[in-house]
């Protein structure tokens, strides 16, 4: 066997360790996080900030797709939207369509805004969906 042949051969029998191991550290990661988590917060208060978390994202989605929705269908450009509409009504559409992306920049600030204030719960999050996707592959 030549130098490449072995070399291939060591990380083919290689590979399964590395991913055991890497499953391994997340695993690591995750209850190390939870502990830590549980120095900050009781499991009251992490469940009440998970929901606060969730109801944050799901009000930043729903801005998202009113802003979506309020545009042209699809299939159309902004431009012959406009032309069907006729000027009184895409002045009409183009405000509402400002305040939804105020409404949405909006929501997006205070999801932001939650995840700086609340990181290591995000950490401990971002770690569990990790864990249940290793669970899964």
């Not at 009781?42 to 797709?65: G, I, K, V």
């Not at 159309?76 to 559409?93: D, H, N, V, Y």
């Not at 939804?100 to 999801?111: G, P, R, T, W």
């Amino acid at each position: 066997m030549d130098k490449q042949t072995i070399d291939q051969v060591k990380k083919e029998l290689q590979q399964p360790l590395l991913d055991s191991l890497a499953q391994l550290n997340t695993s690591l990661k995750t209850l190390s996080q939870l502990q830590l988590a549980n120095e900050f917060y009781t499991l009251d208060e992490r469940r009440s900030l998970y929901s606060a978390y969730q109801a944050l994202r799901e009000a930043d989605l729903a801005a998202y797709q009113r802003l979506v929705e309020s545009g042209p269908p699809d299939g159309m450009s902004w431009a012959q939207w406009s032309e069907a509409l006729g000027e009184t009504e895409t002045a009409k559409r183009k405000e509402a369509r400002n305040q939804l992306q105020l409404e949405k920049q909006s929501a997006s600030d205070q999801v932001s805004a939650f995840e700086k204030k609340h990181k290591l719960l995000i950490r401990l999050l971002e770690a569990k969906e990790a864990l249940a996707k290793g669970r899964f592959d």
